[in-house]
């Protein structure tokens, strides 16, 4: 099960920090990561991170403004959101993946057994 929280409002240029709770089985977590729905699009890919190693993968679209990061003692993921921009205006979703790497998360979103409920987060110009 995971459970996202930290959405909200904020201006340009501001920051917000994602936070995700994850409980059940987790001794075969192998990646957890960040989607993101903007109204009337398609969900995206963020940011995903390897549960074991650490290692970190972006979508262009996030990449240096984003930082994803994990707490192996608290099982939780966290989404470091920095110069938002109103076009990062979307609900946030963290999922998980047994199999997948950061990097294969965005496009093998459909084989992803684990969502959480969303977070919405919006930017206003």
């Known amino acids: 099960q995971l459970q996202a929280c930290g959405g909200g409002l904020v201006q340009a240029g501001g920051s917000l920090r994602l936070s995700c709770a994850a409980s059940?089985?987790?001794?075969?977590?192998?990646?957890l990561g960040w989607f993101r729905q903007a109204p009337g699009k398609e969900r995206e890919f963020a940011a995903g991170?390897?549960?074991?190693?650490?290692?970190?993968y972006y979508a262009d679209s996030v990449k240096g403004r984003f930082t994803i990061s994990r707490d192996n003692a608290k099982n939780t993921v966290a989404l470091q959101m920095n110069n938002l921009k109103p076009e990062d205006t979307a609900v946030y979703f963290c999922?998980?993946?047994?199999?997948?790497?950061?990097?294969?998360?965005?496009?093998?979103?459909?084989?992803?057994?684990?969502w959480g409920q969303g977070t919405l987060v919006t930017v206003s110009s």
């Open positions: 991170i390897s549960w074991s190693d650490g290692s970190t």
């Open positions: 999922t998980a993946s047994r199999v997948l790497s950061p990097r294969q998360m965005g496009p093998h979103q459909k084989t992803l057994p684990f």
């Open positions: 059940g089985r987790l001794f075969d977590i192998f990646t």
